[in-house]
């Protein structure tokens, strides 16, 4: 099955800087991936999502990349302000019964 | 407002004890889902539903069981089976034709 490994597991940093989170997985049958914030004691939400047939998509200051040949995609953050501050979760899946998550990543915005 | 609402937000249970967590949604969604959070851990799915009436095991479904009565609710069971209930529990929905998830706001269970 869909293997998902997050890299890395805290994040600092300060506020205007980029973040950047990596993902791999290991199912090349995967073709779905969405990025996930959450805030403490809440639910997951989706921030950005890309499928296999799209290379980069943007949305704002958050962006996503995927590169099917390695089996890796990433999560950048430009401008970080400190409302980022967050868990920070990939997920890949074929189907939405097979979806599997990275353990997350803390990020924390320092001011 | 349209969404997903899970009720208790914090539940406690004693030892042997079955409790049963609610999940309800009006997105129209028709497959419905229950993951389990523990720290420094991604969600792990326990059970699926893709249509009324039916539902699948997910990876860690042992302790646990579930009903799909109606569209609209998906309630989790945490039996006494279940020897490490302690955990934050979310419930999603997703609309068949497309594969993203939204999840409701989560519920604690703690053993006491």
């Excluded at chain 1, 969405?34 to 943007?58: F, H, M, T």
């Excluded at chain 2, 609710?73 to 279940?82: C, D, G, I, R, Y």
Aim: charged residues 20%.
């Amino acid at each position: 099955g869909e293997n998902v490994e997050q890299h890395p597991s805290t994040l600092s940093v300060q506020e205007g800087d980029s973040a950047v989170i990596k993902c791999t997985y290991s199912d090349s049958a995967s073709n779905y991936f969405p990025w996930y914030k959450q805030e403490l004691g809440k639910g997951p939400q989706l921030i950005i999502d890309i499928r296999s047939n799209v290379g980069e998509k943007k949305d704002q200051r958050i962006a996503v990349t995927l590169n099917k040949t390695a089996k890796h995609f990433s999560l950048h953050i430009t401008e970080t302000q400190p409302e980022d501050s967050a868990v920070y979760f990939c997920a890949a899946s074929m189907h939405n019964n097979d979806m599997r998550f990275g353990a997350g990543t803390r990020l924390t915005v320092k001011p | 407002d349209g969404g997903i609402t899970q009720s208790p937000k914090y539940l406690f249970r004693k030892e042997g004890q079955n409790v049963t967590l609610s999940c309800e949604q009006n997105l129209n969604h028709d497959a419905m889902y229950w993951y389990r959070q523990d720290p420094g851990q991604g969600l792990r799915l326990i059970y699926y539903s893709q249509i009324v009436n039916d539902f699948q095991k997910g990876d860690i479904a042992e302790g646990y069981s579930v009903s799909r009565e109606k569209k609209e609710s998906f309630p989790l069971t945490v039996t006494s089976a279940q020897k490490n209930p302690t955990a934050f529990y979310l419930c999603a929905s997703s609309d068949t034709a497309g594969n993203t998830i939204y999840f409701g706001e989560g519920s604690w269970l703690t053993v006491v």
